[in-house]
């Protein structure tokens, strides 16, 4: 069975205080990686998606790396605005074009 | 703007009452998906149609239906509601073979069953 888990489940940080969520996965074979922004009353909003192992794409202050095990979101000098729940998703083979989602880390970041 | 649009936003049921969640999106994607979202659960999906025409169940599919009533719109439907589908809905859309581009969600339905 897949399974996807974030950790941690909340972080604080103080602004231009960087750190990295982690997103590890169990899978029989992995399609994508997605990481996807969510505000409160809000639906996901998508980030970036990550195909192979060694993988990395930048956002503005996020940075997104990808192992054949785990994925990483780095926050770099992050601000109030960066507050929001982040959630990991992997797509594979047996799940056609569906996305099988963390429980997401939500993230505050104070000034 | 170009989206996915789900009607309603919010909606209260008795125990047993049916209702429909509308989606619809204009942005000609063939694949559209129907998750809910509760507190220390994550996203788990409801069902999915991969094209028009098709549908399929996933994680959490008991006590739910579903139409692909056109390339644009994907309906869901509880046919006689319990207070654990209390729960916020979302539909989202993507182009298959085109996940760069992510998935594009609709801004949920928030649903209680009393």
């Known amino acids: 069975e897949d399974q996807v888990t974030q950790s941690p489940e909340a972080l604080r940080l103080q602004e231009g205080e960087s750190s990295s969520l982690n997103c590890s996965y169990t899978?029989?074979?992995?399609?994508?990686l997605f990481w996807y922004r969510q505000d409160p009353g809000k639906g996901p909003e998508f980030l970036f998606t990550?195909?192979?192992a060694g993988e990395e794409k930048e956002k503005e202050r996020l940075k997104a790396t990808l192992t054949k095990k785990e994925s990483f979101l780095h926050i770099t000098a992050p601000k109030p605005e960066d507050s929001a729940t982040y959630l990991c998703?992997?797509?594979?083979?047996?799940?056609?074009?569906?996305?099988?989602f963390g429980k997401g880390t939500s993230l505050l970041v104070t000034p | 703007n170009a989206g996915v649009t789900q009607t309603p936003k919010f909606q209260v049921l008795k125990t047993g009452q049916s209702m429909t969640l509308q989606c619809a999106q204009d942005?000609?994607?063939?694949?559209m998906y129907w998750y809910r979202q509760d507190p220390g659960m994550g996203l788990r999906l409801i069902y999915y149609s991969a094209s028009e025409g098709t549908t399929d169940k996933g994680e959490v599919p008991n006590g739910y239906n579903v139409s692909r009533l056109n390339k644009r719109e994907f309906s869901l439907r509880l046919e006689s509601a319990a207070p654990s589908q209390t729960s916020v809905y979302f539909c989202?859309?993507?182009?298959?073979?085109?996940?760069?581009?992510?998935?594009?969600f609709g801004s949920g339905t928030r649903l209680t069953v009393v």
């Open positions: 989202a859309s993507s182009e298959a073979d085109r996940e760069e581009h992510g998935y594009t």
């Open positions: 990550l195909y192979s």
């Open positions: 899978v029989s074979g992995l399609r994508g």
């Open positions: 998703a992997v797509q594979t083979p047996n799940s056609g074009y569906a996305l099988n």
């Open positions: 942005m000609n994607h063939n694949s």
